[in-house]
């Protein structure tokens, strides 16, 4: 008899390591060196003299201690417990009681592709051409038609729990008093390999031209709706949507492990509809911009509460009976689970 064909499980199931993922803010890598995780891979991110970003296994072949509890010196990160250094590509460049008959160490680190993009440390985990795949990237993050508001996510759970709540705008009856809009309404999903795009429709009572009617996200009395599209995409393994003109949203994404999972939020609104101020100096537009930076970070941290607090439940429900069937009518969902199924399947050749 042949073997049973066993279906993988949503959420167990890895990452494809060949795509970009978002490991830190630029503004969290300093003159230190700075200790992240991607899907169970102990990384440090450093700048160099120069101050470019390299990212090495965080550990040192020594003793296999943390790379990341040293200092950086020059174009080199420091072991904290015996001085050996090691250079941006991950090679022994100086052991401090080197004997003059002796040879420096042949061990090499693992060294990751990594830069530095739209305010953020993007890596490149997988063995993949790392020059033909490029990351998402944030158009509008330098852009002085945007304000943007950042907030980490903090996730206990599988990644895939995050992405399906970012893909279900039904789960707005969680979020009352956070949100812009209402009554959504499932109207189109399409799929390839790479990405889920959906459209919603959905009725906004906020209107970035009346600076007034940002009462009546704290005043539901005030509410007065009007339609707006509102689309969502997966594109692997990062998430984007807009919510008519003025609002866009990214959640950057960087899996721990098969229970955890760390990602960035950031909101973009835009004062396109603003025209004075685009006849303004470049300076005083870039003044506004930076000023109202994370004007928008207490919505995106109410709204990330709650979410979290209901992704914690349903990661210990699957840890409680893995086997207990979910019961699902958003149609957006199933496409959602096959594409990372199929992702992960992609480099593990099942």
């Known amino acids: 008899m042949g073997q049973l064909e066993v279906k993988p499980n949503i959420r167990t199931c890895g990452i494809n390591p060949n795509h970009w993922y978002v490991v830190a803010r630029s503004v969290e890598v300093t003159d230190k060196p700075y200790c992240v995780t991607l899907w169970h891979e102990n990384i440090v991110i450093f700048r160099n003299a120069q101050g470019k970003i390299k990212a090495l296994e965080d550990r040192c072949p ?22 050996w250094r090691f250079n941006g590509e991950g090679k022994c460049s100086f052991v401090p009681y080197l004997q003059e008959n002796q040879r420096l160490p042949s061990c090499k680190l693992k060294a990751y592709p990594v830069q530095e993009l739209d305010g953020f440390i993007w890596l490149f985990l997988g063995d993949g051409d790392s020059e033909k795949i490029k990351p998402m990237g944030l158009p509008e ?54 990405r ?72 973009f609104t835009s004062l396109q509809a603003f025209w004075r101020l685009h006849k303004l100096p470049v300076w005083f537009r870039r003044f506004v911009k930076n000023s109202l930076f994370n004007a928008a970070k207490g919505l995106l ?40 199924i199929n992702q992960w399947q992609s480099v593990n050749r099942l």
């Open 301 to 340: 941290d109410g709204l990330v509460e709650q979410d979290i607090a209901m992704i914690k439940q349903e990661q210990e429900a699957f840890n409680r009976n893995p086997l207990r069937r979910n019961y699902e009518l958003n149609g957006a969902i199933a496409p959602v689970q096959k594409l990372i």
């Open 141 to 194: 993050w330098e852009h002085l038609n945007y304000i943007a508001s950042v907030t980490t996510i903090n996730c206990p759970g599988h990644f895939s729990y995050l992405i399906e709540n970012l893909m279900d705008m039904y789960h707005g009856h969680l979020h009352d008093n956070y949100q812009a809009w209402a009554e959504a309404n499932l109207k189109e999903i399409e799929t390839t390999s790479q």
């Open 62 to 83: 020594h003793r296999q201690v943390k790379l990341s509890d040293g200092v950086v010196v020059g174009d080199d990160i420091e072991c904290a417990y015996h001085g």
């Open 196 to 267: 889920i795009d959906v459209l919603y429709t959905a009725q906004s009572y906020y209107r970035i031209d009346k600076i007034w009617s940002v009462s009546q996200l704290f005043f539901p009395a005030l509410r007065r709706l009007h339609p707006e599209p509102l689309r969502v995409s997966y594109i692997y393994p990062h998430w984007s949507s807009s919510l008519g003109e003025d609002f866009k949203i990214y959640c950057l994404f960087c899996p721990i492990d098969e229970t955890t999972t760390k990602a960035y939020l950031i909101h």
